[in-house]
């Protein structure tokens, strides 16, 4: 027997049969639900909202979880919160000045020519050319196809949209010369979060920002799982997701910046599409299979896949535009970190670099302008909020900075909303301030002895963080999933450092990437060992590396050429059967280390 | 009142309004039938047998005219004769050693590689590229897709289809290293006639020809009609007719040649295509609007298309393929008329060459390796058929020659076929013999008194040629259209000569092109002034030089580039409004010449 489920917002529905559940439902309906344990009902994540008969039992605020719960007849659900604000912050618009608008993807220029007459017979094509001084430029064909047409009714002076792509230039685009919009996107795509940005291809400008949870999520939270899922089934329902995703948030931020970039014509003005990705992602992204990479040798499909159309992969900008996808150099070190390089500008320095991005994978790089060497670690999505009881994105109402003084713990919210979770930044603070305060030990085992605070979950030890609307606590599988993390980046760090003969204290600048990158606290990073212990004006926050690197490539040529170099250039050390990044890693997963001489300040700071 | 007519062969159903013809059914249908007056009921070629109620009249061979007959209920239609030979025959493959194999537009490259370890960590498509050397070539999206399974099945060595195109090459499809078929097609569209020939890419060997109506007559027989059509309703029905001509020909030439190509895997082996076509042609091929070449100062869209794509268009063969167009100087001389001249050879040579297309436009061109002038005339469809009575393409049935000699008159047909009409030869033939024989004066008005062949249709004196099962006659009119033809290209020829300055004797070799080149009768030709009076041995037939251009395009690289300077170097001479042409034009328009002076060795023969 089949039940039609509705879901709002959006008003989708579905019909399933008796025994699905309101998660299957979802994903048979494409609306997403977070269901961080995969549907297990152990994450509690998939809280939603239902009218209408059902199984499932309705907690004291009325969810009832997705996953548990089937409908008994007809069904609407209402899935809260998390997607009423679906169009997120980008925190750190680090500004890189090195790149200035040169030769974008798509640039807009303008041809004014003679009328032909008996004497100057040169064909339409050949007289734009001929006008733009391109002899050898390519033309789309539906460009061509409205040619004779723009020229004669604008009279001989036209607009034209060309993309500079690898070997050549094509005319993907003409019209009358008065229009001279000319928006590009550049976009991060990462395994939990997509982020993106309007940009003017005249000016540089930023027009609009939004992010949102990549839906493939719905599959699996992490890069593993989701190669997993391609294996059993192929790559497209997971292209479909990520696809729908960036349709999504573009129709958003058109909705959202309507006065500002148009509206319905806004699509159409949107010509090129600058991508910086992991490399899973990015295969996804183009529906290739990218499960070699998660086997040894680990070898991705493409390096440096080469520009392909919008059209190719349903993506609902101009169909010609452009889609440049920054190249990566090895399976779990992709475009988003030779993306974070070319906006740290570390490859032009003469100093000694370090470069660390904090994502679901810890990616490292170390180098200057003459070498580069970089590995990749499991680092987990801890500090993006996955595996974390009360984790979550940086976005509104998420717990984002914790002090503790004196056993009094003192919170801040992003937007100052009542607390739904915590966010990276929240986490570390979190950490580091109980193990100054001694509520954990070096071990992260929980020692606080006040009886309101602490408390015992099916036999796990929990520090109560906040109670109100929501409860929110850490417990002792949250901090070490937080410690494991903090260990392999830290960990993978050292390694590079000694593959080169080298110490953290011959690094002249630490840059720090990633989305909740311009937040975190310095102290509080040393404090748990995630960052080495070094004087804080060596370091230096440049946000979303991926997306601030993915701006600069749509905007200039020569950041398009770096990236090619700094890909090439990247020399890559596999940490995954390295006895020294073991070794290294199992020492750096107490706090702040095992080897406390690498922290001499915070040992002075902890007396 | 709908009524259902069915057609056959092929059993395509239509429903058509009471007050429709057949022929409106047929054009609805997209079923071919030759109507060259365009439903006036004048040129009785649009016979058909019908089954069914209806208000047509029918003659003693049971056919009724489509365009003067209606159903009055359902109906059952059969399309005769001409509609099953459709793979007609192409005359006079000429064979050009000039160019070899070399860098077809798409070459099947064999790739070796290694397979890669944790030392060798290259991605696969920059594994590919570094196994064919070539670290710029690009890559269909669909190619790339398929990379990862297809290297690691075939144990690391796999085939790839690299097209040469325009300022890059390209991958365009991967498989198995025992695959290696490697097919294109070359293509003359005709403004009549479609001709088509398969090419084995590797051997350069014809696998297949063949040969139909271009489908668009349905709207018009001349490129004018088809343009004021286009002008009224836009390119994309007229493109529509003549993807379907080109599908349904390879389509045809599959079946045909199943043994020996394949089956349902060659219109995938199909991937690459070039074609020789006028500008009016071409424009429709590529769904461009051609009106401006109607109007001065008769504009192409486009003298050099860029390379497009198959599934661009619609072609149903390797969607990827690439689509080769050679390029035409002018309005009125195209693509065709380079391929001519690449054919010829006559731009590597120092000997002063004219060369003459006698297509529906006649094209000439004078030059040498040092220079080219070319002009164009409206010569008409007489040659190929068109706006003659008993007019008919060089097929089966067709009669191609024709001797008179003392009043006895011989005929051959096309595959010794009972006479069905007369195609461009036996009308060259036909004319110069009545002319020699006295039958007509130098006018071209039928003097004849033998009351056996004489008789006058509403008052138009005709000649009969052929009684039996058809009746074949030509009439005045036929004759007039046939001396404007002839006049039209030997004014071209005079005054591309006069304005360089020189005269027909200075001419060291004269190339005939068209599709029936290699059957005309030389001296029946130079007989009704046609062609100059100069030495036997100065004459050369090069066929279909449009298709056999577009043959040496689609194998080498160096008949591309050669095609390229060609089109670049020609000069065009208007003649639209040149006195000097009207001129010549009337003194051509007697037998041979009103300058008798210019045949002296015809005024010889005929005392
Ligand atoms: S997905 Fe429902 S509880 Fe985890
Ligand atoms: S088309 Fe029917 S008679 Fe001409």
């Known amino acids: 027997m089949k039940h039609r489920v509705t879901f709002f917002p959006g008003n989708v529905a579905v019909d399933v049969n ?14 997403y639900i977070d269901a961080s344990c995969g549907g297990e009902g152990t994450c509690g994540k998939c809280r939603v909202i239902i009218e209408g ?22 069904l609407s659900v209402f899935v809260p919160t998390r997607d009423e604000s679906r169009v997120g912050k980008i925190h750190g618009s680090y500004s890189n000045a090195i790149f200035k608008v040169d030769k974008p993807l798509v640039e807009n220029i303008l041809a004014e020519m ?23 430029v390519e033309i789309s064909l539906s460009a061509l196809q409205s040619l004779p047409d723009i020229l004669r009714s604008s009279n001989w002076c036209i607009n034209t949209a060309v993309a500079h792509t690898g070997n050549s230039r094509e005319i993907i685009d003409i019209f009358s010369s008065k229009h001279d919009k000319n928006i590009g996107v550049a976009i991060d795509i990462g395994t939990t979060t997509v982020a993106l940005e309007l940009i003017d291809l005249n000016t540089g400008a930023v027009i609009a920002q939004a992010s949102d949870y990549n839906r493939q999520i719905i599959v699996g939270e992490d890069v593993l799982a989701r ?11 997971l292209q479909d997701l990520i696809i729908k995703t960036i349709n999504q948030l573009i129709e958003n931020i058109r909705f959202v910046d309507e006065d500002r970039v148009g509206s319905n014509q806004v699509a159409h003005d949107i010509r090129a599409l600058s991508v910086g990705a992991n490399p899973a992602m990015l295969s996804l992204f183009l529906g290739l299979d990218p499960t070699n990479i998660r086997y040894e040798p680990y070898i991705p499909v493409a390096h440096e896949p080469p520009i392909f159309r919008a059209s190719d992969i349903g993506l609902n900008i101009h169909p010609n535009s452009p889609i440049y996808c920054i190249p990566g150099r090895a399976a779990y070190v992709g475009g988003d970190v030779t993306a974070d390089i070319l906006l740290s500008g570390m490859h032009l320095k003469n100093e000694l670099s370090l ?18 060497v970089t590995c990749s670690t499991s680092a987990g999505p801890a500090f993006e909020g ?9 976005m509104s109402g998420a717990i984002d900075s914790v002090e503790i003084s004196g056993g009094d713990l003192q919170i801040n919210t992003i ?18 301030q109980m193990f100054k305060d001694n509520w954990i030990d070096r071990k992260g085992n929980i020692v606080i002895e006040d009886s309101e605070r602490l408390y015992y979950h ?28 903090k260990a392999a980046i830290y960990a993978g760090c050292s390694v590079l450092l000694s593959s080169m003969g080298m110490e953290f204290n011959d690094v002249e600048k630490i840059y720090i990437a990633g989305g909740f990158g311009s937040h975190i606290n310095i102290d509080n990073a040393q404090l748990i060992g995630l960052l080495p212990d070094l004087p804080r004006e060596r370091f230096e926050f440049i946000g979303n590396g991926s997306l601030g690197g993915a701006r600069l490539c749509l905007i200039s040529a020569d950041a398009r050429k770096a990236a090619h170099s700094i890909f090439e250039s990247m020399t890559y050390l596999d940490l995954s059967s390295s006895p020294a990044f073991f070794d290294q890693y199992s020492s750096a997963l107490f706090l702040p280390h095992t080897d406390l001489d690498q922290f001499p300040s915070i040992i002075r700071r902890m007396k």
Chains 1, 2 share one sequence.
């Open 386 to 394: 996955g595996d974390i009881s009360c984790g979550m994105r940086a």
């Open 53 to 74: 008969p059902h199984n499932g039992s309705v907690d004291k605020n009325g969810y009832v979880l997705a996953c548990q719960t089937s409908p008994k007849g007809e």
């Open 415 to 432: 937007d100052s909303q009542d607390p739904v979770g915590i966010c990276g930044s929240g986490l570390i603070d979190l950490v580091a």
């Open 458 to 485: 099916d036999e796990v030890a929990s520090a109560l963080i906040h109670s109100g609307e929501n409860t929110i606590s850490i417990n002792e599988d949250d901090i070490a999933n937080i410690l494991r993390t």
């Open 355 to 372: 470069l660390i991005d904090v994502g679901t994978n810890g990616e490292v790089v170390l180098g200057n302008r003459e070498w580069m």
């Open 114 to 136: 003679r009328a032909p007459s008996l004497d100057d017979n040169l064909a339409d094509l050949e007289r734009l050319k001929c006008a733009i001084d391109q002899p050898d």
């Open 227 to 237: 190669i997993a899922y391609v294996e059993e089934r192929g790559p497209k329902r």
């Open 18 to 31: 008796n025994n699905e559940t309101i998660l299957d439902a979802a994903v048979a309906a494409d609306v």
